[in-house]
C-alpha cells in the first residue's frame, strides 16, 4: 500500500510541521504536557521517577523529529550506508546523553529545577541499556555515537534482549547473579510492529528445476517472527540522528496458535510461543569466551536474517542492479558471531534472486567487513556441523560450497602444500567435524581488521598466518580502538571538559579531540593545575561516598586511588593485582609504627563481572572480598590499605569511576588483550596507568611518552619460550609471590581450601598467565607508582601532558579510517536550517 500523502496534501503537513522546544519554558511545558497526559499524573503526584519519564520523553520527541528527518534525507540522497552488525551494544544510560549532545543539557537543568527536581538525581533514575558484555559491545556503542557525529549515514543492528547482563550481587563475597529486569519501562526505544520478518528454521532442502535451471528451495520447520525496535542515535552538535535496530523475536501467526487452543492443546500453543520468544530473552553473559550453544546459533541467524532481509529491502526500492549493491551497502561484522551473514546474503542472491554463484559471491565479498577482537582460542568460534545441518540445512550446503571453491583456489596457488588445505579449511575435519566461523569470515570480506597494532600484527603472523600467505598482506588491516570523548569526558567527568574547554577555546575539542594539544602550553600553569588537582580530589570524594554507601567502609580521598575495573578474566589477571595487594598488606604488618606513617594510603578498588560459569573468576572475586574483609578491619593498617569491591560494575558506574582514579591497571599477560578502551577513558579523564606491553598500552605509551606510564612485565614475544620452560623445564615460583602463598595458606583470609585451585594454577598447572613471571617487576612498578604519587605537583603535570596528548583515540578517529579504509563511504553534509528539503 502506497502510505505517501499525495502531493496537494503535503501543505497542510509542512504547516503543521513540529517545532521542538529549544529554551527553559518550552522544556517545562512539554514535561508538565508529558506528565498529565502520557504518564497521566500531576503535580501531587510526580516523583523522581515520573521526573525523568517526562524529561526523557521531552527529549525522545525531539531526538525523533531529526531522526525521521536524517532517515528522510538518507533515503532521498540514496547514497551509500554502513550496517554495524554488532550482537552487542552496552549503550548504559540516554536521557544524560541526549541532553548533551542536543546541547540542551543546562537548559533541562534549569527547567527540572523549577520544577521542584535535580537533574542528578532525575538522570539517576534510568536503568542502565546493557546489552553487551563488556569491551565489545561498549566499542559498537562509542562506534554508533561517532557515526552519528560525524554524520555518516549508518544503521546498528542487534538483539532486543528481553534480560541484559546480568546484574551482580557480592553475598558473603561470592557473586550472585540477579535478572536485569530493564524494560519495564523504556522510553528510549519506538517498536514497529509493522516492520516484521519471518524467520525460518529447520526443515529440509529440496531441488526444483524452473525454467530449464535446478534451484534449491528450503522449505522450512519453524517459522519465528522478528519485530523491529528502533532507538535513536543522536549525534553531538549535529541534527543527524541514526537508527538502531533491534529485533525482537515473537511466534509467527498471532501471540499463539488459536487453533491449538480451541482444540484444546493448550500446552503445546503456549510452548510455541514461549520457544520463539526464548530467542531474543537472554543476552548470552560471556566475555571472551564461546560455549557453542543451539540457542545461541539461533539468535546468531536469527538476527542476521531479519537484518539482511531488511537491508535488501531497502536496497530494492532503489531500483538499482545488484551489482550495484556494494556500492550502496557496507557490512561490518563485529566479530564472528554475524558471520551468517555471508552465507545468508550469498543464498538470497543465488536462491531468491537468481543470481549465478561467481557474481553473488563477488558481490558478498565485495559487501563485508570483518573484525577481530580476540586471540583467545576458547573465544574463536566453531559451530558442530550437525547442528548446522539441523538448524539451517541450506546453509550448510553453501557454506560447503564456499569451502570447495575456496579450497579449489587455494590448492592451485600452492600446490605442493598438502597440509594448507587441511589447516585453512572452513571444515575442520575434527570429531565432531566443527565450522570455522573466522575463517569464513575472512574468506567471505575484502578486508580483516584487528583493533590494536600489536593485535593486528599478532593475528597476522599467528591465527590467520596461512590467510596473509593466500590473500597477501593487504587484506588485513589495523583500526587502533577509540571512546567516544562525549560520554567519557564531557558526560563522565563535566568539570574537567569545563576546565578543558577553557585552555582550548572552547568545546570544540569534543568533535576534534586533537585539539587537547593546546593544553600542553598549560602544564606549568600553578593555577591550572590546581583547579585540575581540585576537580580529581571532587571526583574521589564523590566515589568514596558511594563505597560507603554501598560497602560501609570509610575511605580516605587524600589515598592513592588504584582501580582495576573490567570483566574478571584470568587473562586481565586481577589475580596478581590481588596478590600484590597481599603483598603490601604482608609489608606493612611488618613494618613498626614509625615506618608506617611514612607509608603512603592506597585504596585498591576493583569492580568486574565474572561469566556465571567461569569458576576460576568467581574464585578470585572470591580472594579479592576475603582480602578486604582483613584488611579493612585491621587496626595496624589503617588509612594506609583499603580493599573495595564495587557491586555491579557497568557503564554508568564506569562513569563516576573513570574520573576519581589515580592510577588504574592494564595488567594482562602481553599478547592476550587485543586492545583495551578503560585504558583510554583512565587517561582521558586525568588518571594515570599502569600496565603490560599488551594491546592499546603501546599506542598510548607512543603518544603520551614513556615517563608517563608505569610499564611492566615481560613481552609478548616472550611469552611462548616462557610456557615452554614452565611445562619442560624446571619452574621456580617468584619467592615474594610464594611467601604471598604461604600466607592465604596459613588461612589469614579465610578457609585457604577456598583458593588452592588459584594457587595451583600458578604452582603446579605451568602458570599459563606468567603471573609468577611478571610478579617482581610488578611489585617494582608499583614502588616506583608510589614514589611518583608522592610528588603530587609533578604527578598533576604528567596527567595533563597525557591527557593533551591522547587527542588519537577518540573514536571518531577509528570511524574515519573504517570509512576510508573498508567502508569506502562518506559523511552526509547537513544542512542544519533546512527541515523539509534534503
Ligand atoms: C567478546 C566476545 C568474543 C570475542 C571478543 C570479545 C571482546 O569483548 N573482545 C574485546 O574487544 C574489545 C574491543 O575491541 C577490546 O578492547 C578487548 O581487548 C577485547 O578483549
Not at 99 to 104: I, Y
Not at 240 to 268: H, P, V
Not at 765 to 783: A, C, N, P, W
Request: net charge negative.
Amino acid at each position: 500500500v502506497e502510505a505517501s500523502i499525495p502531493e496537494p496534501q503535503r501543505e497542510a503537513w509542512k504547516r503543521n510541521q513540529i517545532t521542538s522546544f529549544t529554551d527553559k519554558d518550552g522544556f517545562e511545558k512539554e514535561v508538565v504536557r508529558h506528565v498529565e497526559t502520557t504518564l497521566a499524573r500531576s503535580m501531587f503526584n510526580c516523583d523522581e521517577i515520573a521526573a525523568y519519564s517526562a524529561t526523557s520523553l521531552a527529549f525522545r520527541d525531539r531526538l525523533i523529529t531529526h531522526w525521521n528527518r536524517t532517515q528522510q534525507r538518507q533515503t532521498y540522497r540514496d547514497t551509500k550506508r554502513v550496517y554495524y552488525l554488532s550482537l552487542e551494544f552496552l549503550m548504559g544510560r540516554a536521557l544524560d546523553n541526549a541532553m548533551l549532545n542536543v546541547g540542551l543539557k543546562n537548559v533541562a537543568q534549569d527547567g527540572l529545577a523549577e520544577l521542584g527536581f535535580r537533574i542528578e538525581d532525575v538522570v539517576k533514575q534510568e536503568h542502565d541499556a546493557a546489552l553487551g558484555n563488556g569491551g565489545l559491545g561498549r566499542l559498537a556503542a562509542c562506534f554508533l555515537d561517532s557515526l552519528a557525529t560525524l554524520n555518516f549515514p549508518a544503521w546498528g543492528y542487534g538483539l532486543r534482549y528481553r534480560y541484559g547482563i546480568f546484574k551482580q550481587e557480592i553475598i558473603d563475597g561470592y557473586q550472585v547473579e540477579v535478572p536485569d529486569y530493564w524494560l519495564d519501562f523504556n522510553p528510549w526505544e519506538f517498536p514497529r510492529h509493522d516492520v516484521t520478518v519471518d524467520i525460518q528454521f529447520f526443515g529440509q532442502v529440496n531441488k526444483k528445476t524452473v525454467g530449464g535451471k535446478t534451484i534449491s528451495v528450503w522449505e522450512a520447520g519453524e517459522i519465528v517472527q522478528a519485530v523491529a525496535y528502533d532507538v535513536p542515535i543522536p549525534g553531538y552538535d549535529t541534527p543527524t540522528t541514526n537508527n538502531l535496530r533491534l529485533w525482537s523475536s515473537k511466534a509467527s501467526g498471532g501471540e499463539f496458535d488459536f487453533q491449538k487452543f480451541n482444540s484444546g492443546d493448550y500446552e503445546s500453543s503456549v510452548a510455541d510461543q514461549q520457544r520463539a520468544e526464548t530467542i531474543s530473552a537472554v543476552l548470552y553473559p560471556n566475555d571472551n569466551l564461546e560455549r557453542g550453544k543451539e540457542l545461541r546459533l539461533k539468535q546468531q541467524y536469527f538476527w542476521v536474517a531479519a537484518s539482511l532481509y531488511d537491508i535488501v529491502r531497502r536496497f530494492k526500492k532503489s531500483r538499482r542492479s545488484w551489482n550495484e549493491f556494494p556500492d550502496q551497502v557496507a557490512i561490518q561484522l563485529n566479530d564472528t558471531h554475524p558471520t551468517l551473514a555471508i552465507v545468508e546474503l550469498q543464498r538470497i542472491l543465488v536462491d531468491i534472486e537468481g543470481l549465478e554463484w561467481d557474481n553473488a559471491w563477488e558481490i558478498v565479498t565485495s559487501t563485508f567487513g570483518y573484525t577481530n577482537h580476540t586471540v583467545l582460542p576458547e573465544a574463536l568460534e566453531k559451530w558442530p556441523v550437525g547442528l548446522v545441518q539441523h538448524l539451517l540445512p541450506r546453509h550448510l550446503q553453501i557454506i560447503y560450497d564456499i569451502n570447495l571453491f575456496f579450497l579449489q583456489s587455494v590448492e592451485k596457488a600452492f600446490p605442493d602444500d598438502r597440509d594448507m588445505l587441511r589447516r585453512v579449511s572452513i571444515i575442520e575435519e575434527s570429531q565432531p567435524k566443527m565450522v570455522r566461523m573466522a575463517f569464513l569470515a575472512i574468506v567471505g570480506s575484502h578486508k580483516v581488521n584487528g583493533v590494536a597494532e600489536l593485535h593486528s600484527d599478532l593475528i597476522k603472523t599467528t591465527i590467520f598466518k596461512d590467510f596473509v600467505e593466500i590473500y597477501g598482506p593487504d587484506k588485513f588491516t589495523n583500526v587502533t580502538n577509540g571512546i567516544t570523548p562525549r560520554r567519557w569526558l564531557h558526560q563522565a567527568n563535566p568539570r574537567l571538559s569545563e576546565l578543558i574547554a577553557s585552555k582550548c577555546g572552547g568545546n570544540d575539542f569534543l568533535k576534534d579531540l586533537t585539539l587537547l594539544n593546546q593544553l600542553e602550553k598549560h602544564v606549568e600553569d600553578k593555577q591550572f593545575r590546581k583547579e585540575w588537582a581540585e576537580i580529581k580530589y571532587a571526583n574521589k570524594v564523590r566515589l568514596a561516598k558511594h563505597i560507603k554507601d554501598t560497602t560501609g567502609v570509610v575511605v580516605n580521598p587524600a589515598s592513592l586511588f588504584d582501580v582495576q575495573v573490567k570483566r574478571i578474566h584470568e587473562y586481565k589477571r586481577q589475580q596478581l593485582n590481588i596478590f600484590g595487594v597481599i603483598h603490601r598488606y604482608l609489608s606493612l604488618k611488618a613494618m613498626t609504627p614509625d615506618q608506617r606513617k611514612k607509608q603512603l594510603p592506597r585504596v585498591s578498588i576493583f569492580g568486574g563481572k565474572a561469566a556465571p560459569g567461569y569458576w576460576m573468576a568467581k574464585q578470585i572475586i572470591h580472594l579479592i572480598n576475603s582480602v578486604g574483609a582483613v584488611v579493612n578491619k585491621d587496626e595496624d593498617i589503617g588509612d594506609l590499605l583499603k580493599v573495595i569491591f564495587l557491586e555491579d560494575y557497568n557503564v554508568s558506574k564506569a562513569e563516576m569511576i573513570c574520573p576519581a582514579s589515580d592510577i588504574s591497571e592494564h595488567i594482562s599477560t602481553a599478547g592476550t588483550e587485543a586492545s583495551g578502551t578503560s585504558n583510554m577513558k583512565f587517561v582521558l579523564n586525568g588518571g594515570l596507568i599502569i600496565g603490560t606491553c599488551d594491546g592499546a598500552n603501546i599506542e598510548i605509551t607512543r603518544e603520551i611518552g614513556e615517563s608517563n606510564i608505569f610499564l611492566f612485565g615481560n613481552l609478548s614475544e616472550d611469552v611462548e619460550d616462557l610456557r615452554h620452560a614452565h611445562t619442560y623445564g624446571s619452574h621456580t615460583i617468584d619467592s615474594d609471590l610464594d611467601k604471598v602463598f604461604n600466607e592465604i595458606e596459613k588461612g589469614t583470609f579465610g578457609t585457604p581450601h577456598d583458593f588452592s585451585a588459584m594457587i595451583a594454577a600458578v604452582r603446579q598447572h605451568g602458570d599459563y598467565y606468567l603471573v609468577s613471571d611478571d610478579f617482581h617487576s610488578y611489585i617494582e612498578t608499583h614502588q616506583l607508582v608510589d614514589e611518583a604519587y608522592r610528588n603530587q605537583d609533578e604527578w598533576i603535570a604528567k596527567c595533563i601532558t597525557s591527557v593533551s596528548r591522547m587527542g588519537f583515540f577518540t573514536s571518531d578517529r577509528c570511524i574515519n579510517e573504517y570509512a576510508e579504509e573498508i567502508w569506502n563511504v562518506e559523511p552526509l553534509a547537513v544542512d542544519r536550517h533546512s527541515i523539509w528539503g534534503p
